[in-house]
């Protein structure tokens, strides 16, 4: 029984989990929204994927306007907070800065029960907290996870491409010394050449 009320303890508090991954084009500006309750625990957690120098403009806004977070030209990061009232809260993603580049973010957005939910009674016992604290280890693993294998897409993409322009460069340097041999047997034939006037 005490294994069955702990799996459900689990479910019910499991955060609410939002991943994207978006195009943002250059001048441009993406936001999303996401509602919460008083004390609610919110984080985001981003990085550009490609585009670039890999950097975007980061911003976090409450319902009253109030900026949270801000960020100029980061290339990933993580902020959590608390709501501080209730209401809609705004994540920002700006390529404003940028003049010609698309850049790829992958992100995800994470709600996390609320305050009350925990549930502040004379039930909330230790195997709760334990269940809570291992529900909120196994998401951030699952988060560094996504991460990892993010920053794994970019760096063979970036090994890919060097790896390709080493490959033509290696060609062309080829071209240049069999013509340049070419050549210099051409000239040497001609200088010891015996010339006969008549």
Same mark, same amino acid.
């Given at each position: 029984?005490?294994?069955? =009320?702990? *799996?459900?303890?689990?479910? &019910?508090?499991? &955060?609410?989990?939002?991943? @994207?991954?978006?195009?943002?084009?250059?001048?441009?500006?993406?936001? @999303? /929204?996401?509602?919460?309750?008083?004390?609610?625990?919110?984080?985001?957690?981003?990085?550009?994927?490609?585009?670039?120098? +890999?950097?975007?403009?980061? %911003?976090?806004?409450?319902?009253?306007?109030?900026?949270?977070?801000?960020?100029? =030209?980061?290339?990933?990061?993580?902020?959590?907070?608390? &709501?501080?009232?209730?209401?809609? @809260?705004?994540?920002?993603?700006?390529?404003?800065? %940028?003049?010609?580049?698309?850049?790829?973010?992958?992100?995800?957005?994470?709600?996390?029960? $609320?305050?009350?939910?925990?549930?502040?009674?004379?039930?909330?016992?230790? +195997?709760?907290?334990?269940?809570?604290?291992?529900?909120?280890?196994?998401?951030? *693993?699952?988060?560094?996870? $996504? /991460?990892? $294998? *993010? !920053?794994?897409?970019?760096?063979?993409?970036?090994?890919?491409?060097?790896?390709? !322009?080493?490959?033509?460069? %290696?060609?062309?340097?080829?071209?240049?010394?069999?013509?340049?041999?070419?050549?210099?047997? @051409?000239?040497? =034939?001609?200088?010891?050449?015996? =010339?006969?006037?008549?």
């Amino acid at each position: 029984m005490a294994v069955v =009320r702990g *799996v459900f303890l689990l479910l &019910a508090l499991a &955060a609410a989990v939002h991943g @994207y991954a978006i195009l943002i084009d250059a001048h441009a500006e993406e936001c @999303y /929204y996401e509602t919460a309750r008083t004390g609610t625990k919110m984080s985001l957690t981003f990085q550009v994927a490609e585009g670039g120098f +890999l950097d975007i403009d980061v %911003s976090i806004v409450g319902p009253d306007g109030k900026v949270i977070y801000s960020g100029e =030209r980061e290339t990933d990061g993580k902020y959590t907070f608390s &709501a501080h009232i209730d209401g809609e @809260y705004k994540y920002c993603f700006s390529n404003a800065m %940028s003049t010609l580049t698309t850049k790829l973010v992958v992100f995800s957005i994470i709600v996390g029960p $609320e305050e009350t939910e925990l549930g502040s009674d004379a039930h909330h016992d230790k +195997l709760s907290d334990m269940t809570r604290e291992l529900s909120e280890a196994l998401h951030n *693993v699952m988060r560094e996870q $996504e /991460y990892m $294998e *993010v !920053r794994d897409r970019t760096h063979q993409a970036i090994n890919d491409s060097t790896n390709t !322009r080493v490959v033509w460069w %290696s060609f062309f340097e080829t071209l240049v010394l069999v013509s340049m041999t070419a050549g210099q047997i @051409y000239f040497l =034939r001609r200088f010891f050449e015996v =010339r006969t006037t008549v």
